[in-house]
Nanobody, 126 residues
Framework: QVQLVESGGGLVQAGGSLRLSCAAS????????MGWFRQAPVMEREFVAR????????FYADSVKGRFTTSRENDKNVVYLLMNSLKPEDTAYYYC???????????????????WGQGTQVTVSS
């Protein structure tokens, strides 16, 4: 089992920045990649970014490319999502998720991930 705890959400004005953190514990040696997703009210959970745990390769949704950066500190088992140039449409509940590599499917789909954090709210005011 892997436990994930997000932090760092909040309220920010458009154009501002926030950094989310996701601390992993438990069987972190089973993690292949970490993903970030977000979900706005009455919307489906949407892929934001992904990082390969060991190599650090990153992948981004087109909507955040160039504005968001995900990184990790393996020795601390923490993954970050730095969000710059925030827009009101970025407002959502943000989740981190861990993929053990055992589930089939595309990494942009939530079903690919085995463990989820509780989420943190990000609100961007115009």
């Amino acid at each position: 089992q892997v436990q994930l705890v997000e932090s760092g959400g909040g309220l920010v004005q458009a154009g501002g920045s926030l950094r989310l953190s996701c601390a992993a514990s438990g069987r972190t040696d089973s993690i292949y990649s970490m993903g970030w997703f977000r979900q706005a009210p009455v919307m489906e959970r949407e892929f934001v970014a992904r990082i390969i745990w060991s190599r650090g390769n990153t992948f981004y949704a087109d909507s955040v490319k160039g504005r968001f950066t995900t990184s990790r500190e393996n020795d601390k088992n923490v993954v970050y999502l730095l969000m710059n140039s925030l827009k009101p449409e970025d407002t959502a509940y943000y989740y981190c998720a861990a993929d053990s590599g055992s589930s089939a499917g595309v990494y942009t789909r939530a079903t690919k991930y085995d463990y989820w954090g509780q989420g943190t709210q990000v609100t961007v005011s115009s």
